[in-house]
């Protein structure tokens, strides 16, 4: 298994880590301060979570029309640009008396950019990953790292943010995250080397489209794509509800979340053998939801956080089906196949925490959260089943490095997996 260590002797691998964390930390402390301004302003549990998990319900344009970037833009201009967008959306959603519709404008704005960068960050990892001075097989320990980093940018992030509303205003704090998104455009501009797209070719939304139905060609991919996204967007449903479920200690239970995380991804990218690793997927989309059905009950605070910590271990399933999806993906589209997982992921996430705003709104917001991770145990199950009634996988070619001089990816191999989840 490669260590850690040798993750940062790679070239590039720690600008780019850094700008991520920055990147988290900003989306940390930015949307608990949003969510708290607008359920201060409404009282409302619905709006309080789409203010947070808002920008996701527009990923589904973005994957519809700007995925295509992915691969076909420079990633140092194209990450900076982003990051550069969210400091201004940001300082924006922070100006005294800005009516509840704005701020919900710029969030779905803001959501429509961010659906490039999944694709654009992971797509450039795995090309560091890959690359001369590259350590073999690097992928997955990398991505691995990164997810270990967000949980830990999550939790001090939470953390401080919390100590912070208690303390300032959420506009306050909101100013607070844009300065956190200029630090990371500055890093990643300044210590990223230009590198040329992946894919030759303007990004357009046919090319989207043609790549998208690529990917989508393969029941392999796609019952992989499902489990990527529907078991994890239901649970994070129950997260959008900290909020309205304990006002004050919201950011304690996101603390909680981010180190159970923290300890998933430690544990299935760093110390689980390949072997065992695959085999765990479906167990830990369980154990991701399972824990919440105890909210149906309304435990008390303490019973709480050790529920969200112990659940949140399972977002560790991600990293096994992350490894599978490249497996199953020709080189050329990784970027593209990357972004795709993002923003479906991000998309469901939103409107999980859409539904569970609902649910909450007409019942309480423990009866949501423990209905949502119903939802996820019941969707795991059926993909578990469709999964075994799955042709035996045929082997894949190994990908191209890069296209050729056209501007449309080629055929991938229509290869079947009887293991998505």
């Keep these: 298994m490669t260590g850690y260590r040798s993750l940062f002797r790679t070239p590039e691998f720690t600008p780019l880590f850094l700008g991520s964390a920055a990147q988290t930390a900003a989306q940390t402390v930015g949307g608990l301060a949003l969510g708290t301004l607008v359920y201060r302003a409404t009282g409302s549990p619905l709006l309080s979570a789409v203010s947070m998990f808002g920008p996701s319900l527009a990923q589904v344009l973005g994957a519809s029309v700007l995925l295509s970037g992915a691969d076909r833009l420079p990633p140092r201009t194209a990450l900076s640009a982003i990051a550069l967008v969210f400091a201004a959306g940001t300082a924006v959603q922070a100006l005294p008396g800005l009516p509840v519709g704005a701020l919900f404008a ?21 090309e560091i990953l890959a690359g001369e001075g590259a350590v073999k097989n690097a992928y997955l320990p990398g991505r691995s790292l990164f997810n270990m980093m967000s949980g830990l940018m ?58 998208n139905a690529l990917l989508w060609s393969s029941r392999a991919r796609r019952l992989t794509y499902l489990g990527l996204w529907l078991p994890n967007g239901l649970v994070v449903g129950c997260e959008s509800l900290y909020v309205s479920y ?39 989309l369980l154990l991701l939801a399972a824990p919440y059905l105890a909210f149906a009950a309304h435990p008390p605070l303490p019973v709480a956080m050790a529920c969200v910590t112990v659940a949140s271990v399972g977002f560790g399933a991600s990293l096994v089906q992350q490894e599978r999806l490249m497996e199953l993906t020709p080189g050329e589209l990784a970027g593209q196949a990357l972004g795709l997982h993002s923003a479906g ?40 089943t469709a999964a075994r009634r799955s042709p035996e996988p045929k082997p894949e070619p ?17 290869s079947e997996a009887a293991e998505a989840c």
């Design 246 to 284: 304990a006002p004050h200690a919201a950011g304690t239970l996101f603390a909680c979340g981010a180190l159970g995380m923290f300890a998933g991804d430690v544990t299935v990218g760093r110390l689980l053998p390949g072997a065992v690793r695959r085999r765990l997927a479906t167990p830990l």
């Design 154 to 211: 999550q939790i001090a992030g939470f953390a401080t943010g919390g100590a912070l509303l208690g303390t300032f205003s959420p506009r306050v704090c909101l100013l607070l995250s844009a300065a956190l998104y200029l630090a990371a455009a500055l890093v990643l501009r300044l210590a990223l080397t230009a590198r040329p797209p992946r894919t030759s070719g303007r990004p357009s939304a046919s090319a989207t489209w043609h790549g």
């Design 106 to 126: 710029v969030v779905l704005a803001l959501g429509l950019v961010a659906s490039l960068g999944g694709g654009v960050r992971w797509g450039l990892l795995n």
């Design 345 to 384: 992921m991000l998309t469901l996430q939103g409107v999980s925490a859409a539904l569970a705003g609902t649910v909450a709104q007409v019942t309480s917001p423990a009866a949501g959260m423990a209905a949502m991770a119903a939802g996820s145990v019941l969707v795991t199950l059926v993909l578990v």
């Design 398 to 414: 190994e990908p191209k490095p890069r296209l050729a001089a056209s501007s449309e990816p080629s055929e991938p191999s229509a």
